[in-house]
T-cell receptor, first 113, second 117 residues
């Protein structure tokens, strides 16, 4: 069974631009969660989608948004990029959500210049 | 707010020896989940072990086991017979439920484990 895939793996953007990251979960998994990992703040939960609905949300500004499609694939969008948005963005999928058994993707490394 | 503290930024262990990573958390909830995740240099997070707070028995997964002390709010990870492949960042995490009923994972800052041959 294929694992969680994230595209692109690396991305360089300029301050003020917007970016969209994609996550394809394991087949049969209906929950996708997103996390931001930085050296300063560590790992922080962004949001979770389940069956196309945002079910849980972390403490991030409205510039960070996401959505989930009917095939469970999810996208995360960051608008008006700031230097501090440079991070590794991880997504994780699970069959039923609630963080009980998550499988992580390899991450997307975003650099904002 | 729930917090997770890993007091050891770095640890090292000799191959085949045993090492224990510490984690404490702060919560007012009585029912929750705790996790240990491993992040090797490839950066892909892997679930090592989880513990349901209502279970008194400590979770075990092969060479990995936890010492869950609910009253002390402590959740340490013991790695027995350490192998070179165990070298990684280890993150302790707590599944938090907010006042509105939504959930999120709260992570500690991590412990970098080095395994010496």
């Amino acid at each position: 069974k294929a694992g969680v895939t994230q595209t692109p793996r690396y991305l360089i953007k300029t301050r003020g631009q917007q970016v969209t990251l994609s996550c394809s979960p394991i087949s049969g998994h209906r929950s996708v969660s997103w996390y931001q990992q930085t050296p300063g703040q560590g790992l922080q939960f962004l949001f979770e989608y389940f069956s196309e609905t945002q079910r849980n949300k972390g403490n991030f500004p409205g510039r960070f948004s996401g959505r989930q499609f009917s095939n469970s694939r999810s996208e995360m969008n960051v608008s008006t990029l700031e230097l501090g948005d440079s991070a590794l963005y991880l997504c994780a999928s699970s069959r039923s959500g609630n963080f009980y058994e998550q499988y992580f993707g390899p991450g997307t490394r975003l650099t904002v210049t | 707010a729930q917090t997770v503290t890993q007091s050891q930024p770095e640890m090292s262990v000799q191959e085949a020896e045993t090492v224990t990573l510490s984690c404490t958390y702060d919560t007012s909830e009585s029912d929750y989940y705790l996790f240990w995740y491993k992040q090797p240099p490839s950066r892909q997070m892997i679930l090592v072990i989880r513990q349901e707070a209502y279970k008194q028995q400590n979770a075990t997964e092969n060479r990995f086991s936890v010492n869950f002390q609910k009253a002390a709010k402590s959740f340490s990870l013991k790695i027995s017979d350490s192998q070179l492949g165990d070298a990684a960042m280890y993150f302790c995490a707590y599944r938090s439920t907010t006042q509105g009923g939504s959930e999120k994972l709260v992570f500690g800052k991590g412990t970098k484990l080095t395994v010496n041959p």
